[in-house]
């Protein structure tokens, strides 16, 4: 990952306060330009980003968050799907409505 993108901030909708949030991993939703990412750091600098989310999501006292991952090769979200199963704040995860979201996202309770 290249110098600057560990500190990128989260965007204003996950610092507002309310107890249903969306988290959007999808790169140009990221607050960072795709150029600066390099195509092998994709996956790192969007964990990374989940992960922070994740943080401040529990911080806040959010009550469910949907992680939008896209449905791709399924890499991100199979890893994402690990990190929640080990992570001991999440009550359950599930698939997100697909009316919505399509097959694309992952609802947490936490």
């Given at each position: 990952?290249?110098?600057?993108?560990?500190?990128?901030?989260?965007?204003?909708?996950?610092?507002?306060?309310?107890?249903?949030?969306?988290?959007?991993?999808?790169?140009?939703?990221?607050p960072?330009?795709?150029?600066?990412?390099?195509?092998?750091?994709?996956?790192?600098?969007?964990?990374?980003y989940?992960?922070?989310?994740?943080?401040?999501?529990?911080?806040?006292?959010?009550?469910?968050?949907?992680?939008?991952?896209?449905s791709?090769?399924?890499?991100?979200?199979?890893?994402?799907?690990?990190?929640?199963?080990?992570?001991?704040?999440?009550?359950?995860?599930?698939?997100?409505k697909?009316?919505?979201?399509?097959?694309?996202?992952?609802?947490?309770?936490?």
């Amino acid at each position: 990952m290249t110098e600057g993108n560990s500190s990128k901030t989260l965007p204003q909708v996950l610092n507002s306060p309310q107890k249903y949030r969306e988290l959007d991993l999808h790169l140009e939703a990221l607050p960072v330009s795709a150029s600066a990412v390099n195509p092998e750091e994709i996956l790192s600098f969007q964990l990374e980003y989940f992960e922070k989310a994740m943080d401040n999501a529990l911080v806040q006292g959010l009550e469910t968050l949907v992680i939008i991952h896209g449905s791709g090769s399924g890499v991100l979200r199979n890893e994402i799907h690990r990190r929640l199963s080990q992570n001991r704040h999440i009550r359950f995860f599930r698939d997100a409505k697909r009316e919505k979201f399509g097959y694309g996202a992952t609802e947490v309770s936490f």
